[in-house]
């Protein structure tokens, strides 16, 4: 069995699908929208309108890019405050149309320029936290790489959080906790092992739902396609109070 630091390896590897891959092999005639209203588009995060099934959805992502060039274009999959602005400003027309909502969480943390704190990057997190825990339509969550901190909280208050096998979540990054326990970030391995990050570790600790199976490379896709489908005709069927105070509760538990 893997370590938790080869787990942490694994969520960061080479050739890892990252959340772009999942809208364009599961949902169907995406449209991306662009755009915070307030200052810029952020490439870290990505949106639109998509169809699963018979469904309209929206769907955000977090995207760390492909090659090089992608990556430094998407900032390495670090948002910036208008990016979660963005993905918020798409969360509420959501709830205006009555669309049901899924996001794929992959960041190893929000990004923590000068820049970004200026335009309030704290404040963008907090604003997303506390409007999606009483958002009036259905959320999935699905963590398909690294889960850091409040910048993958930031799009994670949902009604179901899954993860995939291989994908970790944590409050911070063993680098950075190793930093700050022990000044040494040499020590990361000895971090994650305190961290208790790894996907199996978050079922366990009744953080996530479920732990979705990477066995088979292109399976990956059809199996969350199905899990999405069965849940969200179950999460959609349900009365809107009802889902909230469930959503409130799963949380509360913590």
């Not at 699963?52 to 090659?67: H, P, S, Y």
């Not at 929000?110 to 963008?124: D, L, S, T, V, Y």
């Not at 999405?228 to 179950?234: C, H, K, P, Q, R």
């Amino acid at each position: 069995m893997a370590t938790a630091y080869e787990k942490v390896q694994l969520a960061r590897g080479k050739g890892r699908a990252t959340g772009l891959s999942f809208i364009q092999n599961i949902f169907s005639d995406f449209v991306e929208l662009h755009g915070d209203r307030r200052f810029a588009d952020d490439p870290a995060i990505v949106g639109g309108v998509a169809w699963l099934g018979g469904r309209a959805v929206t769907v955000i992502a977090i995207e760390k890019g492909g090659d090089t060039r992608d990556k430094v274009y998407r900032n390495f999959g670090s948002p910036n405050p208008e990016g979660y602005r963005k993905a918020l400003r798409l969360m509420k027309q959501a709830e205006k149309f009555h669309r049901p909502v899924v996001c794929f969480v992959d960041t190893s943390g929000a990004f923590c320029g000068i820049g970004a704190e200026e335009r309030g990057q704290g404040q963008a997190i907090a604003e997303n936290l506390v409007e999606m825990m009483g958002l009036k339509t259905p959320v999935i969550s699905i963590l398909v790489g690294e889960g850091g901190s409040g910048g993958a909280l930031a799009l994670a208050v949902a009604d179901r959080v899954w993860i995939l096998e291989n994908a970790v979540y944590s409050v911070v990054s063993p680098e950075g906790c190793a930093s700050i326990l022990w000044k040494d970030a040499k020590r990361a391995k000895d971090a994650a092992e305190c961290l208790h990050l790894t996907a199996q570790d978050m079922e366990a600790l009744g953080v996530v739902e479920q732990v979705i199976s990477e066995e088979g490379k292109g399976e990956v896709f059809s199996r969350v396609k199905s899990m999405l489908e069965t849940e969200l005709d179950a999460l959609c069927a349900t009365d809107t109070d009802t889902l909230l105070k469930a959503r409130y509760e799963r949380f509360r538990k913590y």
